[in-house]
């Protein structure tokens, strides 16, 4: 079953960039990597997703080795707003996701 | 473009009794997901619906059931509650169930069940 391996938290300073791992050994050629993040009291928010190459949006960047068996999403300047916690997961081609466990995602903190 | 809604927010319930969470999808989205998430658990995948009919389901007991109509929306039921199904349920839209589509979530609706 297609799982993401992510640490249970990390710390940033406001303004600065983070860099958020996410470790997919068992991807497979099909599968999409996609990011959410979930602030306190809110349902999951889209953050960003790809394939193969490397993608840009106005929330992040997302950088996906060359053997895809694991990325890091980057916030480029880390503000108060992104304290969440961030989850990687996979999707397949057909969008099939009954075998994936979120898991606990990543919990962001941002010091002012 | 209004987002996704799910009614009830809240809801108490008590043990044996059944209870209907609702979502209502993004117009024009059709693929509505459903997910529980506990604090020891993440979110942890129900089933999905696409036109009306269910593409895929998780690990849960066959007392969690859905189905969705025919202008998406969609509804989860949990029949016969027990304590353990507390938890805060989240519905997710998209346009089709593909990989390279987002989804998007609801605010949930928390579920007590005493």
């Known amino acids: 079953d297609a799982k993401t391996t992510q640490p249970n938290s990390m710390e940033s300073n406001e303004e600065e960039p983070v860099h958020l791992p996410c470790n997919h050994s068992?991807?497979?050629?099909?599968?999409?990597i996609h990011w959410y993040r979930q602030l306190p009291s809110q349902g999951p928010e889209y953050v960003i997703h790809g394939l193969t190459s490397n993608v840009n949006n106005r929330m992040a960047s997302l950088a996906i080795a060359e053997d895809r068996k694991s990325s890091t999403l980057i916030l480029h300047r880390a503000t108060l707003r992104d304290a969440a916690v961030y989850y990687c997961i996979l999707r397949d081609t057909a969008g099939n996701n009954r075998k994936l466990i979120w898991g606990l995602g990543t919990s962001l903190a941002v010091n002012p | 473009k209004a987002g996704v809604t799910q009614t009830p927010r809240y809801l108490i319930k008590t043990r044996g009794q059944q209870v209907t969470l609702s979502c209502s999808p993004i117009s024009g989205h059709r693929s509505v997901s459903w997910y529980q998430q506990t604090p020891g658990q993440g979110l942890q995948f129900l089933f999905e619906y696409f036109s009306e009919t269910q593409r895929n389901k998780g690990n849960f007991p066959g007392r969690f059931s859905g189905r969705q109509f025919s202008n998406s929306r969609s509804e989860m039921n949990v029949s016969t509650l027990e304590l353990g199904d507390s938890a805060l349920y989240l519905c997710?839209?998209?346009?089709?169930?593909?990989?390279?589509?987002?989804?998007?979530f609801g605010p949930g609706t928390r579920l007590t069940v005493t």
């Open positions: 068992t991807i497979s050629g099909t599968d999409y």
């Open positions: 997710a839209s998209s346009l089709v169930p593909a990989g390279n589509y987002e989804q998007y």
